[in-house]
Structures are given as structure tokens and as C-alpha cells.
């Protein structure tokens, strides 16, 4: 699957400009020749992360967008409101691309045997500007997938996966036994619900629905508490009760939700404490918060004693944190168990100019739990 003789792709682009505005849209680029440890791959599918979103459509008011452009070469506009560009400062001017990760077939190589031992291979890649046709990367960014695995099997090899994973080794190395997660439906909830199960680890389950109690449910899952509920505290103290769980990874960000955590958890705690003390109990608590569903200011009220913590967690610097050599332990393991633990499902697949009709971005920017879209660079 050779790419074009004159060597031009197209390539997702997210552009603020000084006026205020964003646009996006789809840039004709030379994909360069690879150096001796790269590699050239022909992206077959990219997934729509929340992450991804972030960059794509920065601060702007999506409630403005309009679309003009051809079919094949639209152009989404957005008003950013005054105060969203004070955020955009460093981008303002940069045509940035966009997507985490994806995965293809490697169709050229560099000159290093590392890089000739992918030539024709399906691989996952991680690294940014993965909205794109095809992508030039170093050798060490690619994860070698199953022979049997097609490339929508591997697109989401990497964050997702590894922020599971990353949860569960955090848990580790900070000395709990037992963790809560929260937007539990979703694609990654479920793929940590998996992990959980396999490897025997205690998992509370916060979700926002009925249906999705029932899900993961029907998943196998043990404590699954719906934050709806107006027994919600007190099903979310029963269920720490149980598990012994003091570190929590929130994903809405915003609201109440991560302070009632850590009160519900102080409760919890209290229930075996066999020492008062005014301060609350010794036992540290910890909420992590990595990700922004609910826009909102983050509000708790301080119920839950002196031994606690609340701080933002991401991916990458937590993988900078454990090394290259821990990382790849991880790694591995999301492509041993790609089809199973750590298999993906999608709402639908979009070609690139899809992702830029209003209807699409309508649909992928709810950011829905269950409604994770799949982006297709040759689909015509």
C-alpha cells in the first residue's frame, strides 16, 4: 500500500487565530522520508479522545461553528469567547495537528534494523498528529500489534489502555489496596473494570445512570454506585466500607463529586477507627483528577479530616515518571491482551472530512460515555 508517488497527505489542523477564531480544517503536507530509525505508517484508524479534544477545538464556543469549504476540503469556524483566548495564548498563530494516537500499516522504513523489522507490519503509534493519512515516527513509538489484529482492533493501544494501567500501578506505588473510578462506564471504565477483575483488585464504580449500573453490572462488576441516586453518599460509603479503597481517579474534575469522595471515604474509615481524634483519621486519602467533564469549578467541603490530597493526574508525565522499562512492561501487555482486557468498542467511523461536518462534531463532542467515534484516514 504504497503512498502517492508525489508524496502529499492530508493532515488534520487546528488553527486560533489573533481575531479570535478557530479554524479547522484539512492541510495537504510532504511526508518526509524517513530517517534510518523511522518509519512511515499508513494510518487506518485514529480514535477521538476527550484529550484529543481539548486541542482540537481549544477554548471556542462550538455552539457558533459554521462550515464552508468543499466536501472534500471543509473548514470549520468557532467564535473563542474574550476570556477563553487569555488560555490560547501559546497556540494563537500555530497550526497544530491533532489525535494522541492510531494505527496502520508500517508501507516504508528507515535504514536501522529496528525500523526493517516493521516494514509491513500493523502497529499502534503514539505521538500526536495522528489525524492524518500517514505519519513518519521513530521505530521505539510504535507497539508491533498481534498479526491477527486489524488496525481498529489497535487504535486505542495506548491511552486509554495505559491510563488503566497507570491507575492501577499508581494505586500500587502510593500503598492502597483498592481504588474508585468515576465515569466508570466509558471506554476506559470498563477497560479498568477488566483489569480489576483479572488481576483481583477491590474497584467502586461511580457511574451517572440506572443503564449504566446495569452494564457494568452485567460485567461482572461488584460496587457500582450511580451519583443520581439519592442514596448515592450513602451506597458510595457502603461500598468503600467494603473495599478499603482510599485513592480515587475522578474524571468529571469539576463539581462536588471528588470532595464527596474523600468525605465518603473519611466515613468509611471512621467506621473502624478505634482512636478519635479531631483531626480526622491518619489514614491518607487521595483523589486524582484527570479529566474535565464537568466543567465546573472544583467544590468540596472540608468533611474528611487532615490526611488527605487532591492533585491532577496525567498519562505522559506519569509515564516519564516510571521509566521506559516500566512503560514497556505495560505496554506488552496491552498487546497480549488487546482482543480481550483492553478491546475497544466505537459509536461509528468518520473520514477526515466527516469529522468536520457539524452533525459529526454535534455527535463526538458530547464527549458521551459509550459514544467514542473512530476516525478513518482513507475512508472515501
Known sequence: MPFPTDRTALELRSLITPSGELEVSLAEVTVATPDPDEVVVRLEAAPINPSDLGLLFGAADMGTAAVS?????????????????????????????????????????GSSPAAQALLGKTVAVIGGAMYAQYRVIAADQCLRLP???????????F???????????????????????????????????RICLKDGIALV????????????????AVHVCDASAPTFLDDLTEALVATGATIAFDATGGGP?????????????????????R??????KQVYLYGGLDTRPTEFRRNFGMAWGMGGWLLFPFLQKIGPAA?????????AELKTTFASRYAGE??????????????????????????????R
Do not use: F, W
Open 69 to 109: 469549504g468543499t466536501p472534500a476540503h471543509p473548514v470549520v469556524t468557532a467564535r473563542v469567547p474574550e476570556a477563553g483566548m487569555k488560555a490560547m495564548a501559546g497556540r494563537v498563530g500555530e497550526s497544530m495537528p491533532v489525535g494522541n494516537e492510531g494505527a496502520g500499516v508500517v508501507v516504508e522504513a
Open 147 to 157: 498479526d491477527d489484529a486489524t488496525p481498529a482492533e489497535g487504535a486505542s493501544s
Open 159 to 193: 491511552v486509554n489502555p495505559l491510563t488503566a494501567l497507570g491507575m492501577v500501578e499508581t494505586m500500587k506505588r502510593e500503598g492502597h489496596t483498592a481504588l474508585v473510578h468515576t465515569a466508570a462506564a466509558s471506554n476506559l471504565g470498563q477497560m479498568l473494570q
Open 205 to 220: 464504580n461511580i457511574v451517572r445512570r440506572p443503564e449504566q449500573v446495569a452494564l457494568l453490572k452485567s460485567q461482572g
Open 257 to 277: 463529586l471528588a470532595g464527596q469522595i474523600l468525605g465518603c471515604m473519611e466515613a468509611a474509615l471512621v467506621r473502624t477507627a478505634t482512636v478519635y481524634s
Open 279 to 284: 483531626y480526622g483519621t491518619s489514614t491518607h
Open 327 to 335: 512503560a514497556q512492561v505495560l505496554k506488552q501487555r496491552v498487546a
Open 350 to 379: 468518520l473520514s477526515l472530512p466527516e469529522v468536520l461536518t457539524l452533525d459529526a462534531i454535534a455527535r463526538y463532542n458530547q464527549r458521551a460515555t459509550g459514544e467514542k467515534y473512530l476516525i478513518a484516514p482513507h475512508k
